[in-house]
């Protein structure tokens, strides 16, 4: 699916993008390989982000949803809904 949101670790080593077919998915961009998918939302994902220490991918989309979670493993940390398109 069409990617619509990028963003960037602090190192410049990893990305996470969102894109249309609902996932967030964390790339390592040395090896050009994806390694997490986050799939939690149910529409198009339009915004991507990292916490600070890298550790926490942020996602929210056209489902209403935002949520946190950890990079390392995919599991939710917290979701916040019902907050119309992000």
């Known amino acids: 699916a069409s990617v619509w949101a990028v963003s960037l670790s602090a190192d410049g080593k990893y990305a996470i993008s969102g894109s249309m077919d609902g996932t967030a998915r964390v790339w390592n961009l040395a090896a050009n390989q994806e390694v997490r998918k986050y799939a939690e939302?149910?529409?198009?994902?339009s915004a991507v982000a990292f916490n600070p220490n890298g550790k926490w991918g942020i996602s929210g989309g056209f489902d209403g949803v935002v949520a946190a979670w950890k990079v390392a493993d995919g599991s939710e940390i917290w979701?916040?809904?019902?907050?119309?398109v992000v």
């Open 41 to 45: 939302h149910s529409g198009l994902v």
């Open 79 to 84: 979701r916040v809904e019902k907050l119309g």
